[in-house]
């Protein structure tokens, strides 16, 4: 993981889910994750046949999100993101160690208090996940 994304973010090792952000602005976010058999959740998901748990690509969206609201600015530096909902979660392919996943996110709606995102989760050219999600907004 970086510094910026730990400056961006309020997660660490293990539950910080993004290497890094590649492009942001008030309208759309792409981020990266590369997964490796070092990852703690394959160890039990599962023993032979390591596939990254749903939730957790779900997860990893969200806090793409969240970092790169923070990095465009279109939210502030000590904001904290909660998950609220997450809603039409749909999962394509397994994604497992060695895969690097590019996650798409777009900026739905951004208010002080709520904010509702829809992102993609790619491993290459191939749809591994989808979700929508809202969150509720604080202040550290």
């Not at 602005?25 to 490796?36: L, M, N, P, Q």
């Not at 530096?77 to 999962?91: D, G, I, N, R, Y």
Request: proline share 4%; charged share 25%.
């Amino acid at each position: 993981m970086s510094n910026e994304i730990e400056q961006l973010l309020p997660h660490r090792d293990p539950f910080l889910f993004v290497d890094r952000i590649e492009s942001c602005d008030e309208k759309s976010i792409v981020g990266y994750r590369k997964y490796t058999e070092n990852d703690f959740f394959f160890k039990g998901h599962f023993p032979g046949h390591p596939v990254v748990p749903g939730v957790l690509l779900i997860e990893a969206m969200a806090q793409v999100g969240g970092a790169g609201l923070k990095k465009s600015g279109t939210a502030s530096a000590s904001a904290l993101f909660f998950l609220a909902t997450v809603e039409k979660a749909k999962f394509r392919r397994q994604v497992v160690p060695g895969d690097e996943v590019r996650f798409e996110i777009e900026n739905e709606m951004v208010s002080g208090r709520m904010i509702k995102q829809k992102g993609k989760a790619f491993v290459g050219d191939e749809l591994a996940c989808q979700a929508s999600w809202m969150c509720v907004a604080g202040e550290a």
